[in-house]
């Protein structure tokens, strides 16, 4: 199994800054994805963050505005910027699933936008 | 088009009564298929997942799910719900050609009345 650790586990920040959110992992893992879950709502897949390249957004996401680092293969972060109150959600690290494991998830960072 | 679908938004059940949550996909390829449950302020935790072989999956807490092919199905049942198992439930579809990537239904909430 993996362990995932998520930095800030929640904050509240004022709008038109930037947050950084930190996904440490306990092994070494080849993708990192980011998901969304917007209040009350499911979750939905910002991006996949490989080691070495740049990350892979979904559609109606951007790197300008969720720019994503991938230093080594067990850290990841995940920038929110120009905030606004929209952009208050969960925001969850996850890693790969491949055949016969699972996906495992931080425990998400609550965001607040005021 | 690709979906994940759980078409009960709510389910309010009796402690001790039967569970079901329902989960339909539309997929070209039989996918991955999971369940998560996530309780208030919890992150998400895997109830159980089919990658192949049996049909009939067993997980955690109880529950076990049924992957259907001829309906596209994989609901989730618990035979005698337990007051803990109020929480947020998420039925989650992930393809190899995809690189395992998640995409999640809308979520059941269940709610156990005494």
């Known amino acids: 199994s993996a362990v995932i650790s998520q930095k800030p586990s929640r904050d509240i920040c004022q709008r038109g800054t930037s947050l950084t959110i930190q996904c440490q992992v306990d092994?070494?893992?080849?993708?990192m994805f980011w998901y969304r879950q917007q209040p009350g709502q499911s979750l939905t897949l910002i991006a996949t963050?490989?080691?070495?390249?740049?990350?892979?957004?979904e559609s109606g996401f951007v790197i300008d505005k969720f720019p994503i680092s991938r230093p080594n293969l067990t850290f990841s972060t995940l920038t929110v910027s120009n905030m606004s109150p929209e952009d208050s959600s969960i925001y969850l690290c996850?890693?790969?699933?491949?055949?016969?494991?699972?996906?495992?998830f931080g425990q998400g960072t609550r965001l607040t936008v005021v | 088009a690709q979906s994940v679908t759980q078409p009960d938004i709510h389910i309010t059940v009796s402690e001790g009564a039967s569970l079901e949550l329902r989960c339909n996909y539309s997929?070209?390829?039989?996918?991955?298929l999971f369940w998560y449950v996530q309780s208030p302020g919890q992150g998400l935790q895997l109830l159980l997942k089919?990658?192949?072989?049996?049909?009939l999956v067993q997980g955690i807490k109880g529950f076990e799910a049924e992957f259907k092919r001829s309906q596209s199905s994989f609901n989730l049942r618990k035979p005698s719900v337990h007051w803990s198992d109020a929480a947020e439930y998420f039925c989650?579809?992930?393809?190899?050609?995809?690189?395992?990537?998640?995409?999640f239904g809308a979520g059941t909430t269940v709610t156990v009345r005494a």
């Open positions: 996850s890693v790969e699933a491949r055949q016969n494991t699972e996906a495992f």
């Open positions: 092994s070494q893992v080849t993708m």
């Open positions: 963050a490989n080691q070495g390249s740049e990350a892979t957004y």
């Open positions: 997929y070209g390829a039989t996918p991955y």
């Open positions: 089919y990658f192949s072989g049996d049909t």
């Open positions: 989650a579809v992930g393809l190899a050609s995809n690189d395992y990537k998640l995409s």
